[in-house]
């Protein structure tokens, strides 16, 4: 490749439908956590807020974004500086937990629904075009400001959708169509992004700062996250158990006190 040659848009399809995959595993364990987060006594679970914050920021659209700027075939050494790419992970988990904390620490409106779709997209669009400047290659990006922007709408509208079917929707099955769903927006709104950006060959570039390994990272990321998912799958099988418990004792106990009191008034 020559200085100022501009890259072909391509992708593997294999590592697009890897990327597809873990999206729809992160949505999926985030819509159960979702469903959570409001408690039976009416307050608001931080442990549930946090992995559904993780599942759907880290695991749903971070991890999904690595992967998917793997599958982009780009004939060049790449690497990620690392500080630029745990911002982007902060900034992802961070404004999708805030979005979910937002809505569900009290009764569910449109209106909060909408400012927390508003505030994950951001929070889905930051992540991506912070991972994007974190690539340290021998060429750059010329943006095309309408697809940055429509990459930036489709972020919005789809983590407003999510939220919405987050907090609506209890059944297994829906919650499966829902998840897949959510997946189709968030990789629509990457592979916009990624179009979004022409990559232009430059001479030869100077980085200094810890990077990681641009073949290895994705991979990586795809163990971490589905150990991730896992744990927290078990994690909230077993605090539902408890809670039940939890919930058939205080209901015997009301039961005996009852006919405790009945039999004492006979």
């Given at each position: 490749?020559?200085?100022?040659?501009?890259?072909?848009?391509?992708?593997?399809?294999?590592?697009?439908?890897?990327?597809?995959?873990?999206?729809?595993?992160?949505?999926?364990?985030?819509?159960?956590?979702?469903?959570?987060?409001?408690?039976?006594?009416?307050?608001?679970?931080?442990?549930?807020?946090?992995?559904?914050?993780?599942?759907?920021?880290?695991v749903g659209t971070w991890s999904m974004h690595f992967i998917g700027m793997l599958a982009q075939i780009i004939p060049l050494g790449v690497t990620y500086g690392i500080?630029l790419n745990f911002l982007s992970l902060l900034v992802a988990i961070g404004l999708a937990a805030a979005a979910l904390w937002y809505v569900g620490s009290t009764r569910?409106?449109?209106?909060?629904?909408?400012?927390?779709?508003?505030?994950?997209?951001?929070?889905?669009?930051?992540?991506?075009?912070?991972?994007?400047?974190?690539?340290?290659?021998?060429?750059?990006?010329?943006?095309?400001?309408?697809?940055?922007?429509?990459?930036?709408?489709?972020?919005?509208?789809?983590?407003?959708?999510?939220?919405?079917?987050?907090?609506?929707?209890?059944?297994?099955?829906?919650?499966?169509?829902?998840?897949?769903?959510?997946?189709?927006?968030?990789?629509?709104?990457?592979?916009?992004?990624?179009?979004?950006?022409?990559?232009?060959?430059?001479?030869?570039?100077?980085?200094?700062?810890?990077?990681?390994?641009?073949?290895?990272?994705?991979?990586?990321?795809?163990?971490?996250?589905?150990?991730?998912?896992?744990?927290?799958?078990?994690?909230?099988?077993?605090?539902?158990?408890?809670?039940?418990?939890?919930?058939?004792?205080?209901?015997?106990?009301?039961?005996?006190?009852?006919?405790?009191?009945?039999?004492?008034?006979?």
């Amino acid at each position: 490749m020559q200085p100022g040659d501009i890259l072909p848009l391509r992708f593997d399809i294999g590592l697009v439908t890897l990327s597809f995959v873990i999206s729809v595993l992160g949505a999926y364990v985030a819509l159960m956590a979702a469903g959570r987060i409001r408690t039976i006594e009416g307050r608001v679970s931080g442990g549930y807020v946090a992995v559904a914050g993780i599942a759907l920021g880290g695991v749903g659209t971070w991890s999904m974004h690595f992967i998917g700027m793997l599958a982009q075939i780009i004939p060049l050494g790449v690497t990620y500086g690392i500080w630029l790419n745990f911002l982007s992970l902060l900034v992802a988990i961070g404004l999708a937990a805030a979005a979910l904390w937002y809505v569900g620490s009290t009764r569910f409106s449109m209106v909060r629904c909408l400012t927390a779709g508003v505030l994950a997209g951001i929070g889905v669009a930051g992540m991506h075009y912070l991972g994007m400047a974190s690539m340290r290659m021998d060429a750059f990006f010329d943006w095309h400001a309408g697809l940055v922007g429509l990459s930036v709408v489709i972020a919005i509208v789809a983590a407003t959708a999510s939220i919405w079917l987050a907090f609506n929707l209890t059944g297994e099955l829906q919650r499966i169509v829902a998840a897949v769903l959510m997946a189709v927006a968030v990789c629509g709104m990457h592979y916009t992004g990624a179009a979004a950006g022409a990559i232009i060959c430059s001479t030869p570039r100077v980085f200094s700062g810890w990077a990681l390994d641009g073949s290895v990272l994705p991979y990586a990321v795809f163990l971490i996250s589905v150990v991730t998912l896992i744990v927290m799958r078990i994690e909230m099988h077993r605090s539902s158990e408890t809670v039940r418990t939890n919930v058939a004792h205080r209901v015997d106990h009301l039961i005996h006190s009852r006919q405790s009191q009945q039999e004492w008034n006979n």
